[in-house]
Nanobody, 121 residues
Framework: QVQLVESGGGLVQPGGSLRLSCAAS????????MAWYRQAPGKQRGEVAR???????NYRESVKGRFTISRDNTKNTVYLQMNSLKPEDTAVYYC???????????????WGKGTLVVVSS
């Protein structure tokens, strides 16, 4: 059973920083892209940042220059360093991984349960 578990969320003041982590565990054969999504109250879930196995990254426009996605392939873990946080960054943050588990021949998307980030003074 593959699991993705996020950590690192919390309450932070505007201008502050947080680092989210997401570890994938279970019978994993390989992991392709990993990504962070977020969903604010009353809004649809949207992609925040994505990173390939090789380290190529992509960001939504509103977080460019403030957020950095990275991964440690030896630990099956993806990170999101969030700096200069704004109130509009408040959301539940979810990680996603496109991976092949030991019981499948094809990659599938797996999701974590989310971690809440609140940016408020």
């Amino acid at each position: 059973q593959v699991q993705l578990v996020e950590s690192g969320g919390g309450l932070v003041q505007p201008g502050g920083s947080l680092r989210l982590s997401c570890a994938a565990s279970g019978k994993i054969f390989s992991i392709n892209d990993m990504a962070w999504y977020r969903q604010a109250p009353g809004k649809q879930r949207g992609e925040v940042a994505r990173i390939t196995f090789g380290g190529s990254t992509n960001y939504r426009e509103s977080v460019k220059g403030r957020f950095t996605i990275s991964r440690d392939n030896t630990k099956n873990t993806v990170y999101l360093q969030m700096n200069s946080l704004k109130p509009e960054d408040t959301a539940v943050y979810y990680c996603s991984a496109n991976l092949v588990d030991s019981g499948s021949y094809f990659p599938q998307d797996f999701w974590g349960k989310g971690t809440l980030v609140v940016v408020s003074s």
